[in-house]
C-alpha cells in the first residue's frame, strides 16, 4: 500500500530522517515508535506529501508522491501533529469545509458527514464551536476530518498526546475499530501505546530505522537477555552450597531476600533453560526453593537496547558540538 525507499531529509546540516526504506501493507495498523526527535514527524510529512524529501521515493498504491501528488493524497487521512483546525467554525462547519477542499461530490456530503460523525462520536457537538471543545473533542474532529472522502490510509501523528487518561482509552479503541475497515499508520513516543493498538511495530531512532516487526518477534529478537530468578528460605552460605557448580549458568548474583530469604538472578549460558536443574538440587537440599521463574525481556528492553546506541552516539556528537562551541 505504501512503499518508502531509502528516504532521507536534511535540514540544512542536520539529517532528520537517514535512509529508510520500508513497506506498509493493506489492512493493518502499524506504530511507529521512537524517542522526541528521532523523525517521526518528518516521516509523516513527507508520506503525506506535505514535506519534500531531500533524496528517496514515496508510492502510494502505486503513485508516487511528488509525481502524482493528487492521485496519492486521495488515498491517504492525515491527522497531523498539530491539526489544522479553524477554532471560530463548528464542527460541522469545518467537516463540511473539508469536504469542500477534498473535492468529495456534493450529493456524498451527507453520508460521509453521518457516517464519519458517528465513527468519531462528534453528534453531540456537531453546532459547537471548536474554541468551546476539550482537546478530546478536538483530536476526535482532527481524527473525523482526516476520515472524510473514505481515504485507504489514516495516518496519525502522536494522536493521543495531551490526552488525559480516560480519552486517552477511548482515542485508541476508536483507531482500533478504524483498523477494521483501514490500514492505520500512528507515531509515539509511548510503548505501551503501540503495544497496544498495533500489529506492527517499527521502531526509529535518530532518522534510522533499527527495528520492523511484530510486537512478539521483537520481543524474542532480545531472548539473549533470559535471566532466572529464585528465592530460597536459608541463608546465603546456605544457597550458595546448594548451586555450587551447576552446569549451563554463566553468572549469579546474589541478594538478601525478606526474613532470612536469598534471592539469586541467574544468567544461563547460552541456549540453555537450568530450571529444572535447579529444582532438582534444591530438592535434594535442606533449603527450601520457594520461588522460581524465567524474566522473560520486556518489548521496553528491546526497544532501550535498540535505540540506546543511537542515544550514545548522539550524545557524543553534543557534547564534540558543545566542545566546539
Ligand atoms: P519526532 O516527530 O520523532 O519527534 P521530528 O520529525 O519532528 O521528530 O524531528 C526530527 C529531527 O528533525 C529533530 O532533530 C528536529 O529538531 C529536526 N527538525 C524537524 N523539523 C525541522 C525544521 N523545520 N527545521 C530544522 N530541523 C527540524
Ligand atoms: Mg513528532
Not at 488515498?75 to 464542527?91: A, D, N, R, S, V
Not at 521463574?293 to 553534543?318: N, Y
Amino acid at each position: 500500500m505504501i512503499e518508502v525507499s531509502h528516504l532521507t531529509k536534511r535540514y540544512g546540516g542536520h539529517t532528520a530522517v537517514s535512509d529508510l526504506s520500508f513497506t506498509i501493507e493493506k489492512g493493518r495498523i502499524y506504530g511507529f515508535l521512537g524517542p522526541n526527535g528521532a523523525g517521526k514527524s518528518t516521516t509523516m510529512n513527507i508520506i503525506t506529501g506535505c514535506l519534500g524529501a531531500t533524496e528517496g521515493e514515496v508510492r502510494i498504491d502505486g503513485h508516487d508522491i511528488f509525481e502524482e501528488p493528487m492521485a496519492a493524497k486521495r488515498k491517504i487521512g492525515y491527522l497531523p501533529e498539530l491539526p489544522p483546525l479553524y477554532t471560530e467554525m463548528t464542527t460541522e462547519e469545518y467537516l463540511r469545509f473539508v469536504l469542500q477542499a477534498k473535492g468529495v461530490r456534493r450529493s456524498e456530503w451527507g453520508s460521509q458527514l453521518r457516517g464519519v460523525m458517528e465513527k468519531t462520536k462528534l453528534f453531540d457537538v456537531s453546532g459547537r464551536l471548536i474554541s468551546s471543545l476539550s482537546k478530546g473533542y478536538r483530536q476526535r474532529v482532527g481524527i473525523a476530518q482526516a476520515l472524510l472522502g473514505n481515504p485507504e490510509v489514516i495516518i496519525l501523528d502522536e494522536p493521543t498526546v495531551g490526552l488525559d487518561p480516560a480519552q486517552i482509552i477511548e482515542i485508541r479503541e476508536m483507531i482500533r475499530a478504524l483498523g477494521r475497515e483501514h490500514t492505520v499508520v500512528l507515531s509515539s513516543h509511548i510503548l505501551s501505546e503501540v503495544q497496544a493498538v498495533c500489529d506492527h511495530i517499527m521502531i526509529i531512532a535518530h532518522g534510522k530505522l533499527v527495528a520492523s516487526d511484530t510486537a512478539e518477534n521483537l520481543t524474542n529478537l532480545l531472548s539473549s537477555g533470559m535471566t532466572v530468578e529464585l528465592e530460597a528460605k536459608g541463608s546465603e552460605d546456605e544457597t550458595r552450597a546448594v548451586l555450587d557448580g551447576l552446569d549451563g549458568v554463566a553468572g549469579a548474583a546474589y541478594a538478601p531476600g525478606e526474613e532470612g530469604t536469598t534471592r539469586v538472578t541467574l544468567t544461563p549460558a547460552e541456549g540453555v533453560d537450568p530450571r529444572e536443574a535447579i529444582f532438582q538440587r534444591f530438592a535434594t537440599s535442606d533449603v527450601p526453593l520457594i520461588e522460581l521463574r524465567k524474566d522473560k525481556a520486556t518489548l521496553e528492553d528491546v526497544f532501550l537496547e535498540l535505540t540506546q546506541g543511537e542515544q550514545d552516539a548522539a550524545a557524543a556528537e553534543a557534547k564534540e558540538e558543545a566542545k566546539g562551541a
